[in-house]
């Protein structure tokens, strides 16, 4: 029997899942199943033996726009535009984000067609997702992250994020926050202040370059709080609204000297009750909490949300961000490699394997041309190599996806 035709007899072997992201699934009764070995291309069968995502579209959006000059997936191109006052899609030559995430879609599904969106801010995101549904894109990944979000699928980018779900595929990353993000209520110490705490124990962000950013959210949208950094009980940076996207946080971006500072936010002078969420992106959080650490617009309802993983050290790295969301939805759907094996480029992140499983959807796509979104997430879930406690979990979701299994998935369904 060939490799292919083994790996799409597998599919016997994983248990069905139903519904989409919000449904807890039993543990399955087979143990976690081996992973693939590093290095292999599970795909490759797939595009010998015709399945290389001919005629669907996959739409990008990403702020670090693309190369459509020396890349090698040009000529996959069908559409590109920048979204937003002084936007360009070439972005100055600081564009290798994009170009690696339309990279990782074409390696899987080199016959797919690309329409490739930049963007500047928040609007320019929902300009660009309105584009795409006018085009009837098939798959969109979205390899990019908004701070400063309650979580709970309320603001207008992720609502906009919602609605191109109900009729397009939906791959959205789970985000790199990992533990560098904290959850909690207001509780405050004295007066109207409190000190950030996990377990008793500061929550402390460590500065090394100088730079610090930081974001502030809650629920509900009528109390008002913001928070300051503070080293050996002064104060060093005051936060400042960031009115975006009609949510009520509050933002630090300033340069500050390398060190150990603590967080304190300023609010109502009793408890509240009230759910804020601390998140540091591109920094660290000593004492932070991996759980709930989705980053939007992966906590739209409706995406196929990716977590990363490690396919060298077969492990889903601590900075993929899990669930669940604010309103209790579980987060994670799959995981797929953060760093396809492509012209010896060495990025990794969840923006990639989002990339990668937007690339399997092309391939499930085409392989059964009537396959709806809720038909194309739940091959890629029933699929999924389990390689996590059985059945879902926070961290794996339903597990690795797998490129023939998901193609075998999807032609099950429409025997």
Same mark, same amino acid.
């Given at each position: 029997?060939?490799?292919?035709?083994?790996?799409?007899?597998?599919?016997?072997?994983?248990?069905?899942?139903?519904?989409?992201?919000?449904?807890?699934?039993?543990?399955?009764?087979?143990?976690?199943?081996?992973?693939?070995?590093?290095?292999?291309?599970?795909?490759? &069968?797939?595009?010998?033996?015709?399945?290389? &995502? @001919?005629?669907?579209?996959?739409?990008?959006?990403?702020?670090?726009?693309?190369?459509?000059?020396?890349?090698?997936?040009?000529?996959? #191109?069908?559409?590109?535009?920048?979204?937003?006052?002084?936007?360009?899609?070439?972005?100055?030559?600081?564009?290798?984000?994009?170009?690696?995430?339309? @990279?990782?879609?074409?390696?899987?599904?080199?016959?797919?067609?690309?329409?490739?969106?930049?963007?500047?801010?928040?609007?320019?995101? /929902?300009? !660009?997702?309105?584009?795409?549904?006018?085009?009837?894109?098939?798959?969109?990944?979205?390899?990019? +992250?908004?701070?400063?979000?309650?979580?709970?699928?309320?603001?207008? =980018?992720?609502?906009?994020? =919602? /609605?191109?779900?109900?009729?397009?595929?939906?791959?959205?990353?789970?985000?790199?926050?990992?533990?560098?993000?904290?959850?909690?209520?207001? #509780?405050?110490?004295?007066?109207?202040?409190?000190?950030? /705490?996990?377990?008793?124990?500061?929550?402390?962000?460590?500065?090394?370059?100088?730079?610090?950013?930081?974001?502030?959210?809650?629920?509900?949208?009528?109390?008002?709080?913001?928070?300051?950094?503070? /080293?050996?009980?002064?104060?060093?940076?005051? +936060?400042?609204?960031?009115?975006?996207?009609?949510?009520?946080?509050?933002?630090?971006?300033?340069?500050?000297?390398? &060190?150990?500072?603590?967080?304190?936010?300023?609010?109502?002078?009793?408890?509240?009750?009230?759910?804020?969420?601390?998140?540091?992106?591109?920094?660290?959080?000593?004492? &932070?909490?991996?759980?709930? +650490?989705?980053?939007?617009?992966?906590?739209?309802?409706?995406?196929?949300?990716?977590? !990363?993983?490690?396919?060298?050290?077969?492990?889903?790295?601590?900075?993929?961000?899990?669930?669940?969301?604010?309103?209790?939805?579980?987060?994670?759907?799959?995981?797929?490699?953060?760093?396809?094996?492509?012209?010896?480029?060495?990025?990794?992140?969840?923006?990639?394997?989002?990339?990668?499983?937007?690339? #399997?959807? !092309?391939? #499930?796509? =085409?392989?059964?041309?009537? !396959?709806?979104?809720?038909?194309?997430?739940?091959?890629?879930?029933? +699929?999924?190599?389990?390689?996590?406690?059985?059945?879902?979990?926070?961290?794996?979701?339903?597990?690795?996806?797998?490129?023939?299994?998901?193609?075998?998935?999807?032609?099950?369904?429409?025997?």
């Amino acid at each position: 029997m060939s490799r292919l035709a083994a790996l799409l007899a597998a599919i016997g072997l994983v248990s069905a899942a139903v519904g989409g992201a919000v449904v807890l699934h039993a543990p399955a009764e087979t143990p976690p199943e081996e992973p693939p070995l590093y290095g292999t291309a599970d795909y490759t &069968g797939l595009h010998e033996a015709g399945v290389t &995502g @001919e005629n669907v579209t996959v739409g990008i959006v990403d702020p670090s726009g693309f190369d459509l000059q020396g890349a090698g997936y040009t000529d996959s #191109v069908l559409a590109a535009q920048a979204f937003g006052d002084g936007k360009t899609l070439a972005n100055g030559g600081t564009n290798g984000h994009g170009t690696t995430v339309a @990279e990782t879609v074409t390696t899987v599904a080199p016959d797919s067609e690309l329409y490739l969106a930049a963007f500047g801010d928040e609007s320019d995101y /929902r300009d !660009a997702l309105a584009w795409f549904a006018a085009n009837d894109v098939d798959v969109v990944v979205l390899p990019t +992250s908004f701070y400063g979000k309650s979580g709970d699928g309320t603001a207008r =980018s992720i609502r906009a994020t =919602s /609605r191109l779900a109900r009729d397009t595929v939906v791959i959205a990353a789970s985000g790199n926050l990992g533990e560098s993000n904290w959850r909690g209520g207001y #509780v405050p110490d004295e007066g109207s202040t409190m000190t950030v /705490r996990n377990g008793g124990d500061p929550v402390t962000v460590e500065v090394s370059n100088g730079r610090v950013r930081l974001w502030l959210s809650w629920t509900p949208v009528d109390e008002r709080y913001r928070f300051r950094l503070v /080293r050996n009980g002064s104060t060093v940076a005051t +936060s400042e609204p960031y009115p975006g996207d009609s949510v009520p946080n509050h933002r630090i971006d300033a340069e500050v000297a390398g &060190g150990t500072y603590e967080v304190v936010i300023d609010g109502p002078a009793n408890a509240t009750g009230t759910t804020l969420r601390l998140e540091a992106p591109g920094g660290r959080l000593e004492n &932070g909490q991996r759980e709930a +650490s989705l980053v939007a617009p992966a906590t739209a309802r409706g995406v196929t949300v990716v977590g !990363a993983y490690d396919a060298e050290n077969g492990t889903v790295p601590t900075y993929s961000g899990v669930g669940p969301t604010a309103d209790g939805r579980n987060g994670v759907d799959v995981i797929a490699p953060a760093s396809p094996t492509m012209g010896g480029d060495t990025r990794s992140g969840t923006s990639y394997a989002a990339a990668y499983a937007a690339g #399997v959807s !092309a391939l #499930v796509m =085409s392989a059964d041309g009537s !396959a709806d979104p809720t038909e194309v997430e739940r091959a890629l879930e029933r +699929s999924a190599v389990d390689l996590g406690p059985p059945g879902w979990d926070a961290e794996n979701g339903h597990g690795l996806v797998d490129s023939p299994r998901a193609v075998a998935a999807v032609r099950s369904e429409g025997d």
